[in-house]
């Protein structure tokens, strides 16, 4: 039964993936007297869809951190290898409000033809024509587009996004799930995304890791066909697993 869920199949989803692009082993991180990452492992092959679920306070945001090499205190505790491309997003979408959509999008970026690349880019996720836009005048959705546009130009190995629907309505947050399912057929890279919402998970991701006392306690491969639906009574099996 191709449709039912395996507990500890760590191996991915439907799709075949390449070898590891990210290895961690032995993560250790502790804040004061608390240890929120607990010699925890992971491991994300090329071009897979990890999602990562996690109460509230689980260390989600400190694994994703530590993943995006943003935390020196954790580097030294164990092992980790990332690609050499990272793009990371977040719920706000961390625009700079001085800057327009366009050079928003490319900062950073060599010239020349970045500010080519920057328009496709903006063009992939709906903001054509938006070039000139300041921050501020966009929705929220739009914001979040941007912020994928900015993540995706930089064509990265791998993209780590934390909980970056959060803060949007639901129908917003059902295109932008189209969006993002969308954007990672095209250019593939494996996936780290931080989510509190478990149907999100199972809709998008190949692999679900649930974060618990520190470590990754349960790693669920997802298997189900596209398009993949919450009103699909198997997602309840899912649910249910993590
Ligand atoms: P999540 O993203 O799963 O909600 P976080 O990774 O943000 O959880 O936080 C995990 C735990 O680590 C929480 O108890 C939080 O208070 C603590 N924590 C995170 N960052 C810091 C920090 N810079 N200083 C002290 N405690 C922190
Ligand atoms: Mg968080």
Not at 159 to 165: I, N, Q, T
């Amino acid at each position: 039964d191709a449709g039912r869920p395996s507990p500890d199949a760590a191996s991915g989803g439907a799709r075949p993936h390449g070898g590891p692009v990210v290895r961690a082993s032995r993560l250790v991180r502790r804040f004061g007297g608390r240890t929120v990452l607990d010699r925890l492992e992971l491991s994300i092959a090329a071009g897979e869809f990890v999602a990562l679920l996690g109460r509230s306070g689980s260390g989600k945001s400190t694994l994703l951190r530590a993943v995006a090499g943003l935390d020196h205190e954790v580097a030294g505790s164990g092992e980790l290898r990332v690609p050499e491309r990272v793009s990371l997003a977040f719920q706000d979408s961390r625009l700079l409000p001085w800057l327009r959509l366009l050079d928003n999008v490319v900062l950073g970026l060599k010239r020349p033809g970045a500010a080519a690349r920057g328009r496709k880019a903006l063009d992939e996720v709906g903001l054509a024509g938006r070039e000139r836009a300041w921050p501020h005048e966009l929705s929220g959705g739009e914001q979040q587009r941007a912020a994928l546009a900015r993540s995706l130009v930089r064509e990265p190995e791998l993209l780590l996004a934390d909980e970056p629907f959060g803060a949007l309505d639901a129908l917003t947050r059902i295109r932008m799930h189209d969006l993002l399912r969308e954007l990672y057929a095209r250019h593939r890279p494996a996936v780290l995304l931080v989510t509190h919402d478990v149907d999100e998970a199972v809709e998008l991701a190949d692999r679900v890791l649930v974060l618990e006392d520190g470590r990754v306690a349960r790693d669920v491969a997802v298997d189900l066909p596209a398009p993949r639906t919450p009103r699909d009574p198997r997602f309840q099996e899912y649910r249910e697993l993590l």
